[in-house]
């Protein structure tokens, strides 16, 4: 029984190749842990990586079966030229289907003995948009996937009470853990909301903003404590910590344009005027990194975050 001889052909932007030899992986990146008198390890996944596509291509002129007419002459040249296109374009693997994807590496092979042609090892690596979907549906990006590591890391820090950190004079950083939790449950309020986040944009962008400064205060509390106490436990919160940090900067466009969130605790009572000339930014920008603001007056004691 043939099965491959209904498969679409290897299609790039839009060529069809033949396929001598088809090779196509992805690996998980796993972090191993060995604990002093321990047997096995503990084993950590840090994330999938993208999808690995690696054909032997026979760019041959004596090959005519189907659609398939001067490869080498003709064919050869306008596919070298495509993998040369730094840019993104669309592949069609015969099993996996189509896929966005970047050429990653082009090698050719030349044999004395074979006069029709070459053979081209040619590299492509799956390039997915900021918020595609896997070919199983689950989300790469975006707020659903931000709202599942929001989901791990609480389960991660639930075991650290206000209590603990009172004991280990860290007694200015007791509620941190509270406040991760209440601005997960913002996130995910956002998340549940679809394509209606686009007429609420700037309450989407300070919601993520103040969520974003909750967790790079727990990075803090907990470098602090491991200095104090050190936990192999304690890798993991700061790992899944940074990697929801690096999905909200890719959510908010303020984030990633190289701007940084600061904190900042206002020393008298002021207006949000003249807070905002003071800080260097909008009243706008300054109301929606801080929709709880008391205004018109913002009393001393306040703290207020802004991106700087």
Avoid at 31 to 45: F, M
């Amino acid at each position: 029984m043939d099965v491959f001889r209904d498969l679409p052909r290897l299609t790039w932007r839009g060529i069809e190749v033949p396929v001598a030899a088809r090779t196509v992986s992805f690996d998980q990146e796993i972090v191993r842990h060995k604990y002093a008198y321990r047997d096995d390890e503990l084993v950590e996944s840090l994330g999938r990586r993208n999808w690995r596509f690696e054909y032997t291509v026979p760019f041959r002129q004596d090959i005519t079966k189907g659609p398939y007419v001067n490869l080498f002459i003709e064919t050869y040249p306008q596919f070298l030229r495509a993998c040369r296109d730094r840019a993104e374009g669309e592949l069609v693997d015969p099993v996996l289907g189509t896929f966005v994807v970047r050429c990653e590496q082009v090698s050719t092979t030349s044999d004395v003995n074979r006069r029709d042609g070459d053979d081209v090892q040619v590299v492509f690596v799956h390039s997915p948009a900021v918020e595609d979907v896997d070919q199983l549906g689950a989300p790469l990006a975006g707020l659903d996937l931000a709202v599942q590591e929001g989901k791990t890391l609480n389960t991660q820090i639930a075991p650290i009470t206000d209590a603990q950190l009172k004991q280990l004079r860290l007694g200015q950083y007791v509620g941190v853990t509270t406040e991760v939790g209440l601005g997960l449950n913002a996130l995910d309020q956002l998340a549940g909301f679809g394509a209606q986040l686009t007429a609420y944009a700037d309450r989407v962008e300070a919601t993520i903003a103040n969520y974003e400064n909750k967790l790079n205060k727990l990075v803090d509390t907990m470098d602090k404590l491991d200095d104090v106490v050190t936990s192999p436990q304690n890798a993991p919160i700061i790992r899944t910590t940074k990697r929801l940090i690096d999905s909200l900067a890719r959510l908010n466009p303020l984030s990633s344009s190289g701007k940084r969130l600061v904190s900042f605790n206002v020393l008298q009572d002021v207006t949000a005027g003249a807070l905002a000339a003071d800080l260097g930014i909008s009243v706008q920008d300054l109301i929606n990194t801080n929709p709880g603001l008391p205004l018109p007056l913002i009393t001393a004691g306040t703290q207020v975050v802004y991106f700087r």
